[in-house]
């Protein structure tokens, strides 16, 4: 008896003794890694330069800047939720370095710039320091420097998420223009609250069971584990202590848009681009919030130059009147009833309920005491209101709190955070000073696999967005909250119970899926290829987004050449007459009705650019001139081939690249958005927002469209005023394009839904495609009224 007792002793203290290394010492540290490409090759680069020219002098633009393509938003597994969905539970592949997004960006996409931005808030020591090595390393095996291939930036993402609308902020990337040590942040700079706590800490809490559960793929989640060890290891900052005088082993947090500033630009005295993007995500961002808050003075909105119009999480831009919730003066939150192409997510769940409660036979009061408790406790817990549903299956919710009239919108749209918001809004402290948001606009992928630059083919879903869940309802069951009875009533909630609850799951996870897209692309017009000539053209902001497609896209304001006006007799009134009646059904009546001086055949002068500020008083004239991008060839160019080891090429870009044919898309339409910003707090938002001011439909033309236009108003209405313009080409597939792919009745109700699920219940196959007019939007030109 004795023997076995001790045999029992030895194998209880092995089997301790496994677990505990399992637990707390297995694991293998991830790298950065180095690139494998070569090169991108010069003829490959000029030919593509030499195209762009063609197309530029065949719309007449003389003496253009490049236009070039790039990803100012890319996360590698070097972020939390990046590696988190990387794993096998998540029919992730594993590991997505550094050096991947390198040789992606370079041969897969061909692109001509892109930032790592990699979350601030798992950032360690060594994470930073390696990957500013590996982005040295992607930029020394770019040519000449003068005029390389491609320019790689150092970046990080400062990721800001509150509880209430006071204190939420969002997300913001960082870019740096040099790549040396004195040039950049000697630590990424994290945000504190909410997602540090995720970020570093609950999402983390990846319990090694997972590994024993699926043993035979068992190190993917050992080193995830170790991931989250070295990130817990490394300790906070002290408090107060300006940043250029905090040693570099430590963990730095900013609170606030206004302490990353001063950290950035006062004490470390640095010049970055700090780009604010998911701005209208209502995934993450509490029901209420707006944007006027970080117009105030001492949240420095003038450091703020850039902004992400649209990612892979879908399109930010667009203002709507209508609000998941309402918020009176004291702060108490009430669902309001749907609206004119909207159906709050609140107002749904008391549908749910009201639907439960009959089925259980209870009489019409009971139910309908119900329905509006369920809408009242599902608005109080904002993005978390669907816990107070239990049991549901998401397409029971239908479309509800979606816009249903937005291009490509994200999932759960807040209009108060919005890009049109935020233009239009001011902040009159100072009423002869007024604050107000001066964005240049980008957009980029927003890409969790190291993959920049993921638009350019509407192809395998699974890895050109961010698509990606349980790989079997078992594993579905494992990482959520287990499956309740679906009650005829719902739970009264408060934030207080759900504080536990682990951060993706406090989201519409399963309904987020259908929201996935494959990115965008932010575009410069540049007067190099090289760092600096890219650098330069963000701070002057002259830059724009496009959905995916590389899109050209000039927007001037310009002061055209006048000649007098020739005399006109009574035929020519008479021919005039007729010419307008014939003329009727243009669409473009506002440019008709606004129509500019006869002008010669000199070139109109240019008098700015996109994304300039200039003082005016008398009325614009603006010229907008776009080719639409070339259609793609199935595969991959022989020079990206060639250009790394077959297995890493197989890996990393699947059978698809950027592999433009010769021929183009033609645009359909531009459209012209003009926004007054408020020169009285009391003006109502949704009045000083025209979208469209004009839209010019275009003639089908390879070769492009151009178009002028002037605003009479603007000198009488004697007011500052911007305007931007948007290219809308030929209607394509995009991946996700109709979001949850409703079936709609005869009053435009949706009836019906089919969601396109990031997990097991969708194929991998099914790409979820939609046609959409993909579109680049400009940076706005800003006129400052002077009378």
Known sequence: MRYVLIAFAILVVAISGGYYYLANVAGDVMHAGEPQATVRPADVVQARQDAQADAAAAVDVTEPKQILFGDLHVHTTFSTDAFLWALPMNSGPGAHPVADACDFARHCSALDFWSITDHAEASTPRRWKEAKE????????????????????????????GQTPAEHYGHKNVIFRGLNDDEVSPRAIAAGGVATDALRNSVGNLPVATALVDWENRQPYLNFRQFMREVRAVPECPAGVPSNELDTQCYEAADTPEDLARKLFDEL??????????????FYTPTGTTLDKQLTARMRPENQELIEVMSGHGNSEEYRPWRSATLDGEGNITCPAPSYNYLPTCWRAGEIIRARCEEAGEDETTCTTRAEEARHNFAQLSIAG???????DPSEYLDAGQCRDCFLPPFNH???????????????????????????FIASSDTHRARPGTGYKAVDREYQSDARGPRSKVWADRQNLKKQEALPYSKPLTREDIADVPGFQLTEFERQGSFWTAGGLAAVHSEGRDRDAI?????????????????????????????PAPEVTEDAEAETVDAETAGAEETDAAAE???????????????????????????????VKAV????????????????????????LCRGECYNPTDTRHVIDRIEIIRIRPQIDGTEDVAELIDDAFITHQCEPDEAGCTFTFTDPEYETLGRDTLYYARAVQEKTPAINGANLRCEFDADGNCIK?????????????????????????SSPIYLTHRG
């Open 386 to 392: 669907h816990l107070t549903i239990t049991g549901e």
């Open 628 to 651: 639409g991008a070339f259609k793609q060839k199935p595969g991959c160019p022989d020079s990206a081939e060639a250009s790394m080891p077959q297995d890493r090429f197989d890996s």
């Open 134 to 161: 590996t982005i040295r390393q992607c930029n020394a095996v770019s040519g000449d420097p003068a005029n390389p291939d491609m320019v790689s930036f150092i970046g990080f993402e400062w990721t800001q998420v």
């Open 753 to 777: 839904v089919n969601p396109c699920y990031a997990d097991y219940r969708t194929d991998a196959d099914d790409a979820c495609t939609a046609d959409v007019g993909h579109r680049a939007w």
């Open 593 to 623: 009705d606004t129509a500019a001086p006869m002008l010669s055949d000199a070139e109109p002068v240019v008098v700015a650019s996109m994304g300039a500020t200039v003082e005016r008083s008398k009325s614009p004239t603006f010229r």
């Open 414 to 440: 807040r209009p108060g955070t919005s890009v049109q918001y935020g233009l239009a809004v001011s902040n009159l402290d100072d009423p002869d000073n007024p604050k107000r948001f001066n964005w240049g």
């Open 269 to 282: 005295a640095l010049d970055p681009v700090i780009i604010p993007h998911g701005t209208s995500w209502g």
């Open 535 to 563: 650098f330069d053209a963000f701070k002057r902001k002259e830059t724009y987004g496009t959905s995916g497609p590389r899109i050209l896209l000039w927007f001037d304001m310009i002061d055209p050449v006048e000649v």
